[in-house]
């Protein structure tokens, strides 16, 4: 009777060399998926804050054309109680307005410059349309380009005005004739002068949003 003996092979220890890799790719792909995460927030969030920032230039628009508007109407217009002469010869901070120009210093930016001497004077507008979804507040300050308050162009109060043309000159180097087209003969052209305006608007929204504007008139 043959004895049949069987040989087991023996089993090979499992060093766990796979489940490591296992490993390694998951927290590789778990990586990814948080950085493809936040730059997708990041993304978001940019592109919140331009529209917000969009939203507050918008809004500064209807500042300047609201400060334009009161000017129109304050021009030419007298004087009342302290404020003698014209109307615009006098400060009226309830009105946003200042006769005579403040400037930053040279160190000093807009934004510091308006915290520390043109908040205190500014004029604040109700939320209008544009900016009634996203609660921005328009401010705007309205100063006369002129050294002091009182008539504006006399000696004593030299203000920036536009050029005016006077007999064989032109303003600011164009060509100022008129009526005799390329090299022909023509009159100088000659306009009153206009005293300049500068209006400063000041916006500001949600997420500390802030958009500053500038614009000079002449009326």
């Given at each position: 009777m043959l004895n049949r003996h069987h040989h087991r092979r023996p089993l090979r220890h499992q060093n766990g060399?796979?489940?490591i890799l296992a490993l390694i790719a998951l927290v590789a792909l778990t990586l990814a998926a948080i950085a493809m995460t936040r730059s997708v927030a990041t993304s978001?969030?940019?592109a919140g804050n331009l529209a917000f920032q969009q939203a507050a230039t918008h809004s500064a628009d209807v500042g300047i054309e609201t400060a334009v508007a009161w000017l129109e109407d304050a021009a030419g217009?007298?004087?009342?109680g302290a404020c003698s002469g014209a109307k615009l010869g006098c400060d009226l901070p309830n009105n946003g307005y200042l006769a005579s120009r403040l400037d930053p210093a040279t160190s000093q930016t807009w934004e510091v410059f308006w915290k520390t001497s043109l908040a205190s004077k500014a004029r604040t507008l109700e939320t209008d349309s544009v900016s009634a979804s996203t609660g921005n507040t328009i401010s705007y300050v309205i100063q006369r380009m002129c050294a002091t308050t009182g008539d504006a162009n006399t000696d004593?109060?030299?203000c920036a005005t536009s050029p005016t043309a006077s007999s064989g000159s032109c303003p600011g180097g164009t060509t100022c004739t008129g009526g005799g087209g390329r090299g022909g003969t023509g009159s100088n052209v000659n306009a009153a002068k206009q005293t300049y305006y500068r209006i400063?608007?000041?916006?500001t929204g949600p997420r500390n949003t802030q958009s500053l504007v500038q614009a000079m008139v002449a009326l």
């Open positions: 060399v796979v489940l978001n969030a940019i217009t007298a004087g009342t004593l109060n030299p400063t608007v000041l916006v």
